[in-house]
Protein backbone atom coordinates (compact mmCIF):
# COMPACT_ATOMS: atom_id res chain seq x y z
CA UNK A 1 0.00 0.00 0.00
CA UNK A 2 3.12 2.24 0.84
CA UNK A 3 4.44 2.00 -2.19
CA UNK A 4 1.42 2.32 -4.23
CA UNK A 5 1.09 5.60 -2.53
CA UNK A 6 4.67 7.12 -2.93
CA UNK A 7 4.27 5.93 -6.98
CA UNK A 8 1.01 7.64 -7.28
CA UNK A 9 2.79 10.77 -5.04
CA UNK A 10 5.52 10.94 -7.03
CA UNK A 11 3.56 11.83 -10.12
CA UNK A 12 3.93 14.86 -11.58
CA UNK A 13 1.00 17.65 -10.65
CA UNK A 14 -0.74 17.97 -13.98
CA UNK A 15 -1.13 13.84 -14.22
CA UNK A 16 -2.01 13.80 -10.51
CA UNK A 17 -4.74 16.92 -11.49
CA UNK A 18 -5.82 15.08 -14.27
CA UNK A 19 -6.49 11.35 -12.20
CA UNK A 20 -8.29 13.94 -9.33
CA UNK A 21 -10.78 15.39 -12.30
CA UNK A 22 -11.07 11.68 -13.34
CA UNK A 23 -12.07 10.31 -10.07
CA UNK A 24 -14.39 13.37 -9.68
CA UNK A 25 -15.97 12.90 -13.19
CA UNK A 26 -16.71 9.18 -11.46
CA UNK A 27 -17.83 9.99 -8.39
CA UNK A 28 -20.36 12.36 -9.92
CA UNK A 29 -21.72 9.67 -11.89
CA UNK A 30 -21.98 7.41 -8.73
CA UNK A 31 -23.43 10.73 -6.96
CA UNK A 32 -26.12 10.84 -9.90
CA UNK A 33 -26.69 7.36 -10.72
CA UNK A 34 -26.96 6.19 -7.05
CA UNK A 35 -30.00 8.96 -6.44
CA UNK A 36 -32.02 7.93 -8.88
CA UNK A 37 -31.67 4.05 -7.94
CA UNK A 38 -32.42 4.99 -4.40
CA UNK A 39 -35.20 7.02 -5.18
CA UNK A 40 -36.93 5.10 -7.93
CA UNK A 41 -35.47 1.76 -7.63
CA UNK A 42 -35.66 0.93 -11.17
CA UNK A 43 -33.43 -0.02 -13.75
CA UNK A 44 -35.12 1.51 -16.39
CA UNK A 45 -33.91 5.25 -15.19
CA UNK A 46 -30.72 3.94 -17.06
CA UNK A 47 -31.85 3.94 -20.57
CA UNK A 48 -33.82 7.78 -20.09
CA UNK A 49 -32.70 10.24 -22.35
CA UNK A 50 -33.54 12.91 -20.19
CA UNK A 51 -31.39 11.56 -17.25
CA UNK A 52 -28.45 11.28 -19.84
CA UNK A 53 -29.28 14.84 -20.96
CA UNK A 54 -29.11 15.85 -17.23
CA UNK A 55 -26.27 13.82 -15.94
CA UNK A 56 -23.92 15.08 -18.82
CA UNK A 57 -24.77 18.98 -18.09
CA UNK A 58 -24.51 18.82 -14.01
CA UNK A 59 -21.39 16.66 -15.03
CA UNK A 60 -19.87 19.28 -16.85
CA UNK A 61 -21.09 22.54 -14.45
CA UNK A 62 -19.31 20.63 -11.85
CA UNK A 63 -16.04 19.99 -12.75
CA UNK A 64 -15.92 23.35 -14.18
CA UNK A 65 -17.17 25.05 -10.89
CA UNK A 66 -14.63 22.64 -9.05
CA UNK A 67 -11.65 23.82 -11.67
CA UNK A 68 -12.71 27.56 -11.06
CA UNK A 69 -12.97 26.85 -7.14
CA UNK A 70 -9.19 26.20 -7.08
CA UNK A 71 -10.05 22.25 -5.64
CA UNK A 72 -7.61 20.81 -8.36
CA UNK A 73 -5.34 23.35 -7.27
CA UNK A 74 -4.59 22.10 -3.60
CA UNK A 75 -2.07 18.93 -2.52
CA UNK A 76 -4.30 16.49 -0.85
CA UNK A 77 -2.15 15.46 1.80
CA UNK A 78 -2.22 19.17 3.17
CA UNK A 79 -5.91 19.82 2.96
CA UNK A 80 -7.47 22.20 5.35
CA UNK A 81 -10.92 24.06 6.18
CA UNK A 82 -10.70 26.26 2.86
CA UNK A 83 -10.97 22.83 0.92
CA UNK A 84 -14.11 21.62 3.26
CA UNK A 85 -15.69 25.07 1.96
CA UNK A 86 -14.62 24.67 -1.97
CA UNK A 87 -16.08 20.94 -2.13
CA UNK A 88 -19.57 22.24 0.13
CA UNK A 89 -19.57 25.26 -2.30
CA UNK A 90 -19.56 23.03 -5.69
CA UNK A 91 -21.50 20.51 -4.41
CA UNK A 92 -24.15 22.91 -3.62
CA UNK A 93 -23.95 24.60 -7.22
CA UNK A 94 -23.94 20.90 -9.03
CA UNK A 95 -27.44 20.67 -7.20
CA UNK A 96 -29.12 23.97 -7.94
CA UNK A 97 -27.61 23.41 -11.57
CA UNK A 98 -29.36 19.81 -11.72
CA UNK A 99 -33.10 22.15 -10.17
CA UNK A 100 -32.73 24.92 -12.44
CA UNK A 101 -31.70 22.56 -15.84
CA UNK A 102 -34.62 20.12 -14.65
CA UNK A 103 -37.14 22.91 -14.53
CA UNK A 104 -35.67 24.84 -17.37
CA UNK A 105 -36.31 22.18 -19.78
CA UNK A 106 -39.60 21.06 -18.03
CA UNK A 107 -38.41 17.30 -17.09
CA UNK A 108 -40.20 15.96 -14.09
CA UNK A 109 -37.15 15.40 -10.71
CA UNK A 110 -38.48 14.11 -7.86
CA UNK A 111 -37.75 16.26 -4.64
CA UNK A 112 -35.64 14.03 -3.28
CA UNK A 113 -33.36 13.56 -5.63
CA UNK A 114 -31.63 16.48 -5.41
CA UNK A 115 -31.11 15.73 -1.60
CA UNK A 116 -29.86 11.97 -1.63
CA UNK A 117 -27.60 13.29 -5.11
CA UNK A 118 -26.32 15.96 -2.50
CA UNK A 119 -25.56 13.27 0.06
CA UNK A 120 -23.90 11.51 -2.06
CA UNK A 121 -21.86 14.02 -3.70
CA UNK A 122 -20.08 15.13 -0.73
CA UNK A 123 -19.89 11.86 0.88
CA UNK A 124 -17.86 11.02 -2.81
CA UNK A 125 -15.90 13.89 -3.16
CA UNK A 126 -14.78 15.28 0.13
CA UNK A 127 -14.91 11.95 1.57
CA UNK A 128 -12.39 10.78 -0.51
CA UNK A 129 -10.40 14.04 -0.21
CA UNK A 130 -9.83 13.37 3.54
CA UNK A 131 -9.75 9.51 3.73
CA UNK A 132 -6.51 10.06 0.91
CA UNK A 133 -5.14 13.19 3.69
CA UNK A 134 -5.91 10.06 6.78
CA UNK A 135 -4.10 7.40 4.99
CA UNK A 136 -0.81 9.47 4.17
CA UNK A 137 -0.63 10.70 7.36
CA UNK A 138 -0.86 7.15 8.97
CA UNK A 139 1.42 6.19 6.34
CA UNK A 140 4.00 9.43 7.05
CA UNK A 141 3.66 8.72 10.80
CA UNK A 142 5.69 5.25 10.92
CA UNK A 143 8.60 7.15 9.67
CA UNK A 144 8.52 10.05 12.04
CA UNK A 145 10.40 10.23 15.30
CA UNK A 146 7.87 10.48 18.35
CA UNK A 147 8.22 13.81 19.96
CA UNK A 148 6.71 15.84 22.85
CA UNK A 149 6.02 19.58 22.33
CA UNK A 150 6.26 20.81 25.74
CA UNK A 151 4.00 24.63 25.56
CA UNK A 152 0.93 24.59 24.13
CA UNK A 153 0.64 28.04 23.51
CA UNK A 154 1.07 30.21 20.39
CA UNK A 155 4.38 28.94 19.65
CA UNK A 156 3.54 25.34 20.80
CA UNK A 157 0.71 25.13 18.15
CA UNK A 158 2.67 26.90 16.04
CA UNK A 159 5.26 24.33 16.07
CA UNK A 160 3.23 21.23 16.25
CA UNK A 161 1.33 22.10 12.55
CA UNK A 162 4.47 22.45 10.63
CA UNK A 163 5.64 18.91 12.28
CA UNK A 164 2.83 17.08 10.99
CA UNK A 165 3.11 18.36 7.71
CA UNK A 166 6.66 17.85 7.83
CA UNK A 167 8.36 14.31 7.14
CA UNK A 168 11.05 14.14 10.32
CA UNK A 169 8.97 14.46 13.54
CA UNK A 170 5.26 13.61 14.48
CA UNK A 171 4.06 15.26 17.46
CA UNK A 172 1.80 12.64 19.62
CA UNK A 173 1.09 15.29 22.79
CA UNK A 174 1.87 18.34 24.58
CA UNK A 175 2.97 19.21 27.79
CA UNK A 176 1.42 21.99 29.90
CA UNK A 177 2.11 23.04 33.45
CA UNK A 178 -1.11 25.57 33.26
CA UNK A 179 -3.94 23.15 34.98
CA UNK A 180 -6.54 24.64 32.72
CA UNK A 181 -4.68 23.11 29.48
CA UNK A 182 -4.06 20.02 31.31
CA UNK A 183 -6.53 16.62 29.80
CA UNK A 184 -7.90 18.55 26.67
CA UNK A 185 -7.21 18.32 22.93
CA UNK A 186 -5.27 20.71 20.62
CA UNK A 187 -4.87 19.95 16.94
CA UNK A 188 -6.04 16.50 17.98
CA UNK A 189 -2.64 15.88 20.79
CA UNK A 190 -3.72 15.41 23.88
CA UNK A 191 -2.03 18.06 26.32
CA UNK A 192 -0.77 16.48 29.64
CA UNK A 193 1.09 17.58 33.09
CA UNK A 194 4.55 16.48 33.27
CA UNK A 195 4.07 13.99 35.65
CA UNK A 196 2.48 12.20 32.35
CA UNK A 197 5.62 12.58 30.68
CA UNK A 198 7.26 9.76 32.36
CA UNK A 199 4.91 7.44 31.18
CA UNK A 200 4.71 8.55 27.74
CA UNK A 201 8.39 8.44 27.79
CA UNK A 202 8.11 4.63 28.28
CA UNK A 203 5.21 3.49 26.64
CA UNK A 204 4.92 5.69 23.44
CA UNK A 205 8.49 5.70 22.65
CA UNK A 206 9.05 9.59 22.66
CA UNK A 207 12.60 9.93 22.00
CA UNK A 208 12.57 13.82 22.01
CA UNK A 209 11.09 16.85 23.71
CA UNK A 210 10.62 20.15 21.66
CA UNK A 211 10.39 23.18 23.98
CA UNK A 212 8.30 26.31 22.50
CA UNK A 213 8.23 28.80 24.89
CA UNK A 214 10.59 31.54 23.76
CA UNK A 215 9.08 34.45 26.20
CA UNK A 216 9.68 32.10 29.64
CA UNK A 217 12.52 34.00 31.65
CA UNK A 218 16.00 32.06 32.23
CA UNK A 219 15.12 30.91 35.86
CA UNK A 220 11.90 29.27 34.70
CA UNK A 221 13.41 27.36 31.78
CA UNK A 222 16.04 26.23 33.87
CA UNK A 223 13.46 24.53 36.43
CA UNK A 224 11.94 23.04 33.27
CA UNK A 225 15.19 21.86 32.14
CA UNK A 226 16.04 20.47 35.38
CA UNK A 227 12.71 18.53 35.48
CA UNK A 228 13.48 16.99 31.92
CA UNK A 229 17.42 16.45 32.50
CA UNK A 230 17.01 12.73 34.96
CA UNK A 231 14.83 11.60 32.10
CA UNK A 232 17.38 11.42 29.45
CA UNK A 233 15.23 12.52 26.66
CA UNK A 234 16.78 14.61 23.85
CA UNK A 235 15.60 18.08 24.20
CA UNK A 236 15.41 20.42 21.31
CA UNK A 237 14.49 24.28 21.50
CA UNK A 238 12.77 26.81 19.03
CA UNK A 239 15.04 29.91 18.69
CA UNK A 240 14.03 32.97 20.90
CA UNK A 241 11.64 35.18 20.19
CA UNK A 242 13.97 38.12 18.93
CA UNK A 243 15.31 35.74 16.39
CA UNK A 244 11.39 35.13 15.23
CA UNK A 245 10.67 38.88 15.36
CA UNK A 246 13.41 39.70 13.81
CA UNK A 247 13.21 36.89 10.84
CA UNK A 248 16.69 35.26 11.39
CA UNK A 249 15.38 32.22 12.72
CA UNK A 250 12.22 30.51 12.24
CA UNK A 251 9.66 28.64 14.63
CA UNK A 252 10.81 24.66 12.99
CA UNK A 253 14.32 25.88 13.32
CA UNK A 254 15.00 23.61 16.23
CA UNK A 255 18.37 23.69 18.41
CA UNK A 256 20.17 22.21 21.03
CA UNK A 257 19.49 23.23 24.39
CA UNK A 258 22.05 25.85 25.47
CA UNK A 259 23.68 25.06 28.49
CA UNK A 260 23.51 28.03 29.68
CA UNK A 261 19.86 27.87 30.03
CA UNK A 262 20.67 25.17 32.31
CA UNK A 263 23.35 27.17 34.20
CA UNK A 264 22.12 30.27 34.28
CA UNK A 265 20.48 33.42 36.51
CA UNK A 266 18.56 35.99 35.08
CA UNK A 267 20.78 38.47 34.14
CA UNK A 268 20.54 42.69 35.71
CA UNK A 269 19.70 44.72 32.99
CA UNK A 270 22.86 46.69 32.56
CA UNK A 271 22.74 50.13 33.36
CA UNK A 272 23.14 52.46 29.72
CA UNK A 273 24.53 55.27 31.59
CA UNK A 274 27.51 52.59 32.31
CA UNK A 275 27.74 51.05 29.45
CA UNK A 276 28.78 54.50 27.68
CA UNK A 277 30.49 56.45 30.25
CA UNK A 278 34.21 55.15 28.93
CA UNK A 279 32.77 54.15 24.83
CA UNK A 280 30.09 56.94 23.68
CA UNK A 281 31.64 59.20 20.90
CA UNK A 282 35.43 57.95 21.82
CA UNK A 283 37.83 55.73 20.33
CA UNK A 284 38.34 52.79 22.13
CA UNK A 285 40.71 49.94 21.56
CA UNK A 286 40.53 46.66 22.55
CA UNK A 287 43.64 44.27 23.20
CA UNK A 288 42.95 40.35 21.71
CA UNK A 289 40.27 41.95 19.98
CA UNK A 290 39.67 38.51 18.31
CA UNK A 291 39.12 36.06 21.34
CA UNK A 292 36.10 34.47 23.63
CA UNK A 293 35.99 37.83 25.57
CA UNK A 294 37.55 40.35 23.15
CA UNK A 295 35.20 39.82 20.53
CA UNK A 296 32.11 39.81 22.69
CA UNK A 297 33.21 42.73 24.06
CA UNK A 298 33.66 44.44 20.56
CA UNK A 299 30.12 43.34 19.53
CA UNK A 300 28.87 45.39 22.94
CA UNK A 301 30.85 48.19 22.34
CA UNK A 302 29.80 48.74 19.00
CA UNK A 303 26.05 49.04 20.32
CA UNK A 304 27.03 52.06 22.24
CA UNK A 305 28.04 53.90 19.42
CA UNK A 306 32.21 54.69 20.16
CA UNK A 307 33.70 57.02 17.57
CA UNK A 308 36.34 54.35 16.40
CA UNK A 309 36.91 51.39 17.76
CA UNK A 310 40.63 49.69 17.16
CA UNK A 311 41.27 45.78 16.93
CA UNK A 312 44.57 45.15 18.40
CA UNK A 313 44.93 41.36 17.38
CA UNK A 314 48.12 39.38 17.00
CA UNK A 315 46.42 36.44 15.09
CA UNK A 316 45.62 37.67 11.72
CA UNK A 317 42.56 35.11 10.81
CA UNK A 318 41.15 36.42 14.48
CA UNK A 319 41.18 39.76 13.17
CA UNK A 320 39.90 39.34 9.85
CA UNK A 321 36.91 37.30 11.76
CA UNK A 322 36.29 40.00 13.84
CA UNK A 323 36.18 42.82 11.44
CA UNK A 324 34.35 40.90 9.06
CA UNK A 325 31.39 39.99 11.79
CA UNK A 326 31.64 43.82 12.98
CA UNK A 327 31.71 45.01 9.91
CA UNK A 328 28.30 43.48 8.82
CA UNK A 329 26.91 44.31 12.27
CA UNK A 330 27.39 48.33 11.67
CA UNK A 331 25.00 48.22 8.44
CA UNK A 332 22.18 47.28 10.81
CA UNK A 333 22.97 49.87 14.08
CA UNK A 334 22.38 53.37 13.65
CA UNK A 335 26.17 54.31 13.95
CA UNK A 336 28.96 56.09 12.48
CA UNK A 337 32.01 54.13 13.97
CA UNK A 338 34.91 53.73 12.65
CA UNK A 339 36.79 50.50 13.08
CA UNK A 340 40.42 49.33 12.06
CA UNK A 341 41.84 46.20 12.36
CA UNK A 342 45.37 46.74 13.61
CA UNK A 343 47.79 43.36 13.12
CA UNK A 344 50.21 43.61 16.64
CA UNK A 345 51.40 42.10 19.76
CA UNK A 346 51.18 43.28 23.28
CA UNK A 347 55.08 43.08 23.69
CA UNK A 348 55.87 45.27 21.18
CA UNK A 349 55.42 48.50 23.20
CA UNK A 350 56.30 50.97 20.44
CA UNK A 351 53.93 49.27 18.52
CA UNK A 352 50.67 50.28 21.02
CA UNK A 353 52.39 53.70 21.60
CA UNK A 354 52.18 54.49 17.88
CA UNK A 355 48.53 53.18 17.63
CA UNK A 356 47.54 54.59 21.07
CA UNK A 357 49.27 58.16 20.21
CA UNK A 358 48.28 58.08 16.32
CA UNK A 359 44.27 57.48 17.08
CA UNK A 360 43.98 59.68 20.38
CA UNK A 361 42.91 56.68 22.22
CA UNK A 362 40.45 57.33 24.84
CA UNK A 363 39.86 53.62 26.73
CA UNK A 364 40.99 50.39 26.48
CA UNK A 365 39.93 47.09 27.52
CA UNK A 366 42.89 44.38 27.69
CA UNK A 367 42.14 41.11 27.04
CA UNK A 368 44.82 39.97 25.26
CA UNK A 369 46.20 37.06 27.72
CA UNK A 370 47.41 33.84 27.34
CA UNK A 371 45.00 31.78 29.48
CA UNK A 372 44.87 28.27 29.04
CA UNK A 373 46.31 26.44 32.67
CA UNK A 374 47.98 23.73 30.70
CA UNK A 375 49.88 25.47 27.90
CA UNK A 376 51.37 28.20 29.91
CA UNK A 377 52.55 25.74 32.52
CA UNK A 378 54.67 24.40 29.42
CA UNK A 379 55.29 27.61 28.46
CA UNK A 380 56.61 29.35 31.61
CA UNK A 381 58.76 32.49 30.11
CA UNK A 382 56.04 33.34 27.19
CA UNK A 383 53.58 33.39 30.12
CA UNK A 384 55.37 36.26 31.00
CA UNK A 385 56.13 38.32 28.86
CA UNK A 386 52.63 38.21 27.41
CA UNK A 387 50.45 38.27 30.55
CA UNK A 388 53.31 40.75 33.03
CA UNK A 389 55.33 42.64 30.10
CA UNK A 390 52.61 42.70 28.01
CA UNK A 391 50.36 44.45 29.86
CA UNK A 392 53.18 46.33 31.24
CA UNK A 393 54.02 47.11 28.10
CA UNK A 394 50.35 48.27 27.53
CA UNK A 395 49.43 50.27 30.33
CA UNK A 396 53.01 52.61 30.32
CA UNK A 397 52.19 53.43 26.96
CA UNK A 398 48.09 54.06 28.05
CA UNK A 399 50.34 56.90 30.55
CA UNK A 400 52.67 58.11 27.58
CA UNK A 401 49.12 58.87 25.42
CA UNK A 402 47.20 59.74 28.09
CA UNK A 403 44.73 57.14 27.26
CA UNK A 404 41.73 58.11 30.03
CA UNK A 405 41.12 54.58 31.39
CA UNK A 406 42.55 51.33 31.00
CA UNK A 407 40.36 47.93 32.37
CA UNK A 408 42.20 44.86 32.62
CA UNK A 409 40.68 41.99 32.22
CA UNK A 410 41.88 39.10 34.78
CA UNK A 411 40.93 35.91 35.80
CA UNK A 412 39.46 34.02 39.56
CA UNK A 413 42.84 31.88 38.58
CA UNK A 414 44.56 35.18 40.18
CA UNK A 415 43.61 34.30 43.72
CA UNK A 416 45.82 32.06 45.26
CA UNK A 417 47.37 30.71 42.11
CA UNK A 418 48.77 27.64 41.61
CA UNK A 419 50.01 27.96 38.37
CA UNK A 420 51.58 30.20 36.01
CA UNK A 421 48.88 31.22 34.05
CA UNK A 422 47.17 32.69 37.34
CA UNK A 423 50.41 34.02 38.59
CA UNK A 424 51.00 36.16 35.74
CA UNK A 425 48.01 37.55 36.10
CA UNK A 426 47.94 38.42 39.55
CA UNK A 427 51.34 40.51 38.82
CA UNK A 428 49.46 41.89 36.03
CA UNK A 429 46.97 43.12 38.37
CA UNK A 430 49.84 44.18 40.96
CA UNK A 431 51.29 46.09 38.04
CA UNK A 432 48.61 48.45 37.40
CA UNK A 433 48.12 48.92 41.23
CA UNK A 434 51.51 50.03 41.40
CA UNK A 435 50.77 52.28 38.87
CA UNK A 436 47.79 53.97 39.42
CA UNK A 437 49.53 54.96 42.46
CA UNK A 438 52.25 56.42 40.59
CA UNK A 439 50.15 58.49 38.60
CA UNK A 440 46.35 60.48 37.87
CA UNK A 441 46.69 60.41 34.38
CA UNK A 442 45.14 57.15 33.71
CA UNK A 443 42.61 55.70 35.51
CA UNK A 444 43.14 52.09 36.35
CA UNK A 445 41.34 48.91 37.20
CA UNK A 446 40.85 45.09 36.91
CA UNK A 447 37.80 42.75 36.51
CA UNK A 448 38.20 39.29 38.01
CA UNK A 449 35.71 36.90 36.97
CA UNK A 450 35.01 32.84 36.13
CA UNK A 451 34.86 30.61 33.43
CA UNK A 452 33.03 32.17 30.31
CA UNK A 453 30.60 29.39 28.34
CA UNK A 454 31.99 29.10 24.75
CA UNK A 455 34.95 30.41 25.21
CA UNK A 456 38.53 28.88 23.55
CA UNK A 457 39.48 25.69 25.90
CA UNK A 458 35.83 25.76 27.94
CA UNK A 459 34.64 22.41 29.13
CA UNK A 460 30.99 22.88 27.17
CA UNK A 461 31.58 22.94 23.58
CA UNK A 462 34.79 19.67 24.47
CA UNK A 463 32.09 17.53 26.05
CA UNK A 464 29.48 18.13 23.31
CA UNK A 465 31.85 17.26 20.95
CA UNK A 466 32.96 13.70 22.92
CA UNK A 467 29.00 13.09 23.36
CA UNK A 468 28.34 13.34 20.10
CA UNK A 469 31.23 11.14 19.48
CA UNK A 470 30.13 8.36 21.66
CA UNK A 471 32.08 9.11 24.49
CA UNK A 472 33.69 8.68 26.77
CA UNK A 473 34.03 12.32 28.39
CA UNK A 474 36.83 13.03 29.87
CA UNK A 475 36.71 15.13 33.38
CA UNK A 476 39.73 16.03 35.09
CA UNK A 477 38.72 14.92 38.56
CA UNK A 478 35.14 14.02 40.09
CA UNK A 479 35.27 16.70 42.57
CA UNK A 480 36.59 19.70 40.35
CA UNK A 481 34.32 22.62 40.19
CA UNK A 482 34.07 25.94 38.24
CA UNK A 483 32.39 29.31 37.89
CA UNK A 484 30.47 29.85 34.70
CA UNK A 485 29.49 32.70 33.34
CA UNK A 486 28.03 33.81 29.91
CA UNK A 487 30.65 35.60 27.78
CA UNK A 488 27.47 38.67 26.90
CA UNK A 489 27.17 39.28 30.25
CA UNK A 490 30.62 39.19 31.27
CA UNK A 491 31.51 41.51 28.86
CA UNK A 492 28.46 43.88 30.21
CA UNK A 493 29.39 43.25 33.42
CA UNK A 494 33.63 44.47 32.41
CA UNK A 495 32.51 47.65 30.48
CA UNK A 496 30.23 48.67 33.60
CA UNK A 497 33.22 48.09 36.07
CA UNK A 498 35.31 50.05 34.25
CA UNK A 499 33.25 53.34 33.96
CA UNK A 500 32.60 52.83 38.06
CA UNK A 501 36.55 53.11 38.41
CA UNK A 502 38.29 55.20 40.32
CA UNK A 503 41.54 53.90 39.84
CA UNK A 504 43.16 50.99 41.11
CA UNK A 505 40.23 49.17 41.71
CA UNK A 506 39.96 45.12 41.49
CA UNK A 507 36.51 44.45 40.46
CA UNK A 508 35.51 41.35 41.59
CA UNK A 509 32.22 40.06 39.48
CA UNK A 510 29.04 37.76 41.20
CA UNK A 511 29.52 34.62 39.23
CA UNK A 512 26.53 32.94 41.55
CA UNK A 513 26.86 29.45 42.58
CA UNK A 514 29.65 27.00 41.33
CA UNK A 515 29.36 24.25 39.19
CA UNK A 516 30.60 20.64 39.95
CA UNK A 517 32.06 19.89 36.52
CA UNK A 518 31.01 16.03 36.86
CA UNK A 519 27.26 17.33 37.01
CA UNK A 520 27.31 19.46 34.13
CA UNK A 521 28.97 16.53 32.34
CA UNK A 522 25.34 14.31 33.25
CA UNK A 523 23.12 16.66 32.78
CA UNK A 524 24.68 16.90 29.03
CA UNK A 525 24.61 13.55 28.27
CA UNK A 526 20.87 13.63 29.58
CA UNK A 527 19.87 16.46 27.67
CA UNK A 528 21.21 14.79 24.71
CA UNK A 529 19.15 12.24 24.80
CA UNK A 530 21.79 9.58 26.30
CA UNK A 531 22.78 7.55 29.80
CA UNK A 532 25.48 7.40 31.39
CA UNK A 533 27.28 4.08 31.50
CA UNK A 534 28.91 3.16 34.64
CA UNK A 535 28.96 -0.02 37.02
CA UNK A 536 25.50 0.33 37.96
CA UNK A 537 24.36 1.49 34.26
CA UNK A 538 26.40 -1.17 32.29
CA UNK A 539 24.31 -0.88 29.12
CA UNK A 540 24.46 2.84 29.39
CA UNK A 541 25.27 5.25 26.36
CA UNK A 542 28.34 7.65 27.64
CA UNK A 543 31.04 6.90 29.79
CA UNK A 544 33.00 9.13 32.33
CA UNK A 545 36.91 8.76 32.42
CA UNK A 546 38.47 10.76 35.45
CA UNK A 547 42.29 11.80 33.71
CA UNK A 548 43.58 13.41 36.69
CA UNK A 549 44.04 17.07 37.60
CA UNK A 550 46.44 18.65 34.76
CA UNK A 551 49.97 21.27 35.72
CA UNK A 552 48.61 23.51 37.97
CA UNK A 553 45.16 23.37 38.06
CA UNK A 554 42.79 23.39 40.90
CA UNK A 555 39.80 21.26 42.28
CA UNK A 556 37.71 24.77 42.87
CA UNK A 557 38.53 28.46 42.68
CA UNK A 558 37.96 31.68 43.89
CA UNK A 559 37.22 35.32 43.30
CA UNK A 560 38.81 36.74 46.60
CA UNK A 561 42.54 36.55 48.23
CA UNK A 562 40.22 36.84 51.66
CA UNK A 563 36.98 38.11 52.83
CA UNK A 564 37.99 41.72 52.52
CA UNK A 565 35.35 43.00 49.76
CA UNK A 566 32.81 45.74 49.39
CA UNK A 567 29.46 46.15 47.57
CA UNK A 568 29.39 48.43 44.66
CA UNK A 569 26.30 50.13 43.29
CA UNK A 570 26.10 47.69 41.39
CA UNK A 571 24.57 44.56 42.20
CA UNK A 572 26.83 42.05 39.97
CA UNK A 573 30.10 44.06 41.13
CA UNK A 574 31.44 44.04 44.21
CA UNK A 575 35.18 45.52 45.06
CA UNK A 576 38.21 43.28 46.43
CA UNK A 577 40.36 45.02 48.88
CA UNK A 578 43.86 43.41 48.20
CA UNK A 579 47.70 43.56 49.08
CA UNK A 580 49.78 46.10 46.65
CA UNK A 581 52.91 47.12 45.90
CA UNK A 582 54.82 50.31 45.56
CA UNK A 583 56.16 51.28 42.10
CA UNK A 584 59.70 50.92 42.99
CA UNK A 585 59.02 47.67 44.64
CA UNK A 586 56.98 46.73 41.54
CA UNK A 587 59.89 47.82 39.13
CA UNK A 588 62.59 45.67 40.66
CA UNK A 589 60.36 42.56 40.37
CA UNK A 590 59.83 43.68 36.99
CA UNK A 591 63.46 43.96 36.37
CA UNK A 592 64.04 40.87 38.14
CA UNK A 593 61.53 38.88 36.22
CA UNK A 594 62.70 40.34 32.67
CA UNK A 595 66.68 39.66 33.02
CA UNK A 596 65.88 35.69 34.33
CA UNK A 597 63.36 35.51 31.09
CA UNK A 598 66.31 37.07 29.25
CA UNK A 599 68.69 34.53 30.23
CA UNK A 600 65.78 31.92 30.06
CA UNK A 601 66.44 30.83 33.77
CA UNK A 602 62.97 29.68 34.02
CA UNK A 603 63.37 28.12 37.81
CA UNK A 604 64.52 31.86 38.54
CA UNK A 605 61.31 33.04 37.57
CA UNK A 606 59.12 30.76 39.41
CA UNK A 607 61.17 31.40 42.60
CA UNK A 608 60.37 35.25 41.75
CA UNK A 609 56.81 34.79 41.35
CA UNK A 610 56.56 32.44 44.42
CA UNK A 611 58.19 35.26 46.77
CA UNK A 612 56.15 38.04 45.12
CA UNK A 613 52.47 39.14 47.10
CA UNK A 614 50.64 36.70 44.69
CA UNK A 615 50.09 33.74 47.55
CA UNK A 616 51.41 31.46 44.42
CA UNK A 617 51.78 28.08 45.60
CA UNK A 618 52.90 25.48 42.71
CA UNK A 619 50.68 21.73 43.03
CA UNK A 620 53.12 20.28 40.11
CA UNK A 621 56.75 20.38 39.19
CA UNK A 622 58.13 22.95 36.91
CA UNK A 623 57.30 21.43 33.71
CA UNK A 624 58.42 24.38 31.39
CA UNK A 625 58.54 22.02 28.08
CA UNK A 626 62.08 23.55 26.95
CA UNK A 627 63.51 23.89 30.13
CA UNK A 628 62.84 19.86 30.61
CA UNK A 629 64.66 19.41 26.87
CA UNK A 630 67.38 21.72 28.59
CA UNK A 631 67.43 19.44 31.72
CA UNK A 632 67.61 16.52 29.97
CA UNK A 633 71.38 17.41 28.37
CA UNK A 634 73.98 15.63 29.73
CA UNK A 635 76.19 18.89 30.65
CA UNK A 636 73.30 20.05 32.73
CA UNK A 637 73.54 18.75 35.75
CA UNK A 638 77.47 18.99 36.17
CA UNK A 639 76.30 23.20 35.77
CA UNK A 640 74.18 23.12 37.96
Known amino acids: MKSVFNYIFNLSRPIKRIITLLLDAFFIFSAFWGAWIVRVDNPDVFFSKENWVLFFFVLSATLLVFIHLGLYLSVLRYIGNKVVVSVLTGCSISVLSLVLLTFYLGYELPRSIPLIYFTFLILFIGGSRFSIRLITMHTSKRDKTRVVVYGSGPAGRQLAQLLMHGKEFDPVAFIDDDKNLQNTFILGRPVYSFKHLVQLSKNVDIS ?87 SELCRQI ?37 IKPII ?12 LSNFSVNTIYHAAAYKHVPLVEYNVIEGVKNNVFGTYYAATAALKAKVETFVLISTDKAVRPTNIMGTTKRVAELVLQALN ?27 KEQISKGGPVTITHKDITRYFMTIPEASQLVIQAGAMAKGGEVFVLDMGESVKIS ?38 EELLIGDNSSKTDHLRINKANEISL ?59
Not at 344 to 355: A, L
Not at 520 to 542: Q, T
Request: net charge negative.
Open 519 to 556: DLAVKMIHLMGLEVKSDSNPFGDIELQYSGLRPGEKLY
Open 302 to 338: IQNKPKILILFELSEFALYTIHEELTKKLNDLDTTCE
Open 437 to 463: KKTSNTTFCMVRFGNVLGSSGSVVPLF
Open 344 to 355: GSVQDSDRIYSV
Open 582 to 640: EWDDMQALLDSLDLSAEKFDVENVQRLLKDAPTGYLPTSKLCDLMFEEKRSEPHYNSLH
Open 208 to 294: KVLLAMPNIGTIERKKILTKLEPLALEVKSIPDMSDLVSGDAKIDELRDVAIDDLLGREAVEPRKDLLGKNISNKVVMVTGAGGSIG
